[in-house]
């Protein structure tokens, strides 16, 4: 064995016995190893940086090395979709998250696999387009290979890939599924020479699915990390801001916090085009194959000083039998980001829906009902407006105006006044209104009543409201609102006559049109108050106090994620 394969074996098997490598890569000079009595300074904190001012870190490499599994071990969160396909690549956009090392906070992207034979206009030459014009923003890149493959002539491509189009980024080289290499066969050994030939250094040897040599991958990012953070801090008006920025957002209402927005939709309706127009940059990649996005892309902008996470999901498919492997996955990861959004964009195509006469298909009638059924506000986005040129347009927009939302409301009769919005995302027209639109609904969303001032509307629309039976009519005591995100409320009422379901619905209806909150779920609930007992006294209160607690037990059984 030579020196340096003896030397790397050593370091890497005496983690903490190895001085000379955490010396090296954390920048000291020998000479001060004497001053043991002096301590050491504290850590950067990163968590008082903001997000959108952390170091970025991108992780390149050929397909099937790993990325994606080392990008959810660094978020330490399952978001994107692994699976083992040497035939296919999973991941095809940048992916966005927070990561989490030691001390360390930094963005991290996830990327696809580059391809140096990828011909023009494919998907993977998109794809490698799109790495590109991310690299020129990131601070540092982790080049990962496969330790039990070796080198592959893919990665030599890759490594002249990443000379030609990030020059002013050094990759830490990075040997990824080496849990089976640490043994006393001289094997770790051996494939880090291999791998040392792509010219950028010693590389370190980590296991993304265990979790081995995650403390070696921190000491070689720490530096550059730190360095960037130090600038960050020395830039008095960098710092003024996030100092701004956090003073802000401690005294904000509910309909202040950020929101969270799922675009959904079938396939090749224009999801991703739409996220493209809202963000006004090419974030994901778009184009006429349908199915095109896997990941759920989630990223984060500002608009009008309001914080938007921006959802893009995979089309909406029925799991069958001859859906499997990452298709499956992408339709299991769209339907988890529905549960966790606060607002749904449905994107409808209104080409569709001018040559096949209806507005929403059954997949797109499933996600609708979804969204209602678990509290969701619902936005519907009529897209491709732009392709009705031509085809008599005046009538055609008088059309699609006029049907889509009376199909709709006949489709989900109990939420009135769904907002139908109609634009064209490739050329960027109605990006505001979207926007607008959707602020609206989350503010409705998260809108809460005060019990005096419903107690004040309830006496008045119950003195409207045409009861049959004059002596059979409920007697509601109190109403009040119990929960925002969505509007839920409690009706008290005395007596064995309970409210009907034409009662809820008309309450439901003067909600709505009485406090504006049409376009959104409402949900009433019925409490009985018995009545008082020979000595006066009433078991009203026992009743009352434990409300809350059922309505909170209620929304754990339904499985219901508020935010």
């Not at 399952?78 to 956009?93: G, I």
């Not at 739409?274 to 608009?303: C, H």
């Not at 049109?513 to 008082?532: A, E």
Request: proline residues 4%; glycine residues 6%.
């Amino acid at each position: 064995m030579s020196n340096s394969s003896l030397l790397f074996f050593w370091r890497t098997r005496t983690r903490s016995l190895g001085l000379d490598l955490i010396i090296r890569r954390s920048g000291f000079c020998t000479n001060n190893i004497k001053n043991t009595n002096k301590k050491a300074p504290p850590p950067l904190d990163f968590t008082q940086i903001q997000i959108s001012r952390l170091p970025t870190v991108i992780i390149i490499g050929r397909p099937n090395v790993g990325k994606s599994a080392l990008f959810n071990r660094l978020i330490r969160r399952r978001e994107a979709l692994v699976y083992n396909t040497p035939d296919d690549h999973v991941t095809r956009d940048i992916r966005e998250g927070v990561a989490k090392l030691g001390h360390l906070r930094f963005r991290v992207l996830d990327s696809a696999g580059l391809e140096a034979e990828a011909t023009s206009g494919s998907i993977l030459h998109r794809t490698a387009s799109f790495t590109a014009n991310v690299l020129s923003s990131s601070h540092s890149l982790l080049f990962l290979t496969d330790a039990r493959a070796g080198l592959h002539p893919l990665d030599l491509e890759v490594g002249k890939w990443l000379r030609k189009n990030a020059p002013q980024v050094k990759p830490i080289l990075v040997m990824n599924k080496s849990e089976s290499l640490f043994d006393a066969n001289d094997s770790l050994a051996s494939a880090a020479n291999e791998m040392s030939r792509l010219g950028f250094g010693d590389p370190i040897a980590i296991s993304a699915e265990t979790g081995l040599g995650m403390h070696d991958l921190h000491l070689s990012l720490k530096p550059v990390l730190e360095d960037h953070l130090l600038r960050l801090l020395n830039d008095e008006s960098a710092q003024e801001n996030s100092c701004g920025d956090e003073t802000s957002s401690t005294e904000v209402d509910e309909s202040k916090l950020p929101l969270q927005l799922a675009i959904v939709g079938r396939p090749n309706v224009g999801k991703s085009t739409l996220l493209n127009a809202l963000l006004q940059e090419d974030r994901v990649l778009v184009g006429p194959e349908a199915g095109l996005t896997r990941d759920a892309i989630r990223t984060q902008f500002e608009f009008q000083g309001r914080t938007i996470y921006l959802v893009d999901t995979a089309g909406w498919l029925q799991r069958t039998k001859q859906e499997k492997g990452a298709a499956s996955l992408s339709i299991m990861q769209s339907r988890k980001s529905l549960l966790r959004a606060h607002v749904i964009a449905l994107v409808l195509d209104a080409d569709e829906i001018i040559n096949a006469r209806r507005s929403m298909k059954h997949a797109e009638v499933v996600i609708a009902r979804r969204a209602v059924e678990e509290g969701r506000g619902l936005v519907v986005i009529v897209n491709k407006m732009d392709l009705l040129r031509g085809k008599n347009q005046s009538s055609s927009y008088e059309k699609l105006m006029e049907a889509v939302p009376q199909e709709i409301q006949t489709i989900i009769p109990q939420v009135t006044g769904i907002p139908v919005l109609f634009i064209s995302a490739l050329e960027g027209r109605g990006r505001t209104t979207v926007l607008h639109q959707v602020i609206d609904t989350y503010e409705k969303w998260c809108s809460r009543l005060s019990t005096a001032r419903l107690n004040r509307w309830l006496q008045k629309v119950m003195s409207r409201h045409s009861w049959k039976d004059q002596a059979a009519q409920p007697k509601i005591k109190y109403f009040t609102q119990v929960k925002a995100r969505p509007p839920t409320f409690v009706a008290f009422v005395r007596g064995k006559t309970q409210l009907s379901d034409t009662d809820i619905r008309f309450l439901t209806k003067s909600l709505k049109d009485d406090f504006d909150l049409g376009g959104i779920p409402i949900r009433i609930m019925q409490r009985f108050i018995p009545k008082k007992d020979g000595s006066g006294s009433s078991k009203s209160s026992p009743s009352i106090g434990r409300v809350a607690e059922r309505i909170k037990s209620d929304k754990r059984r339904r499985g219901e994620l508020v935010e």
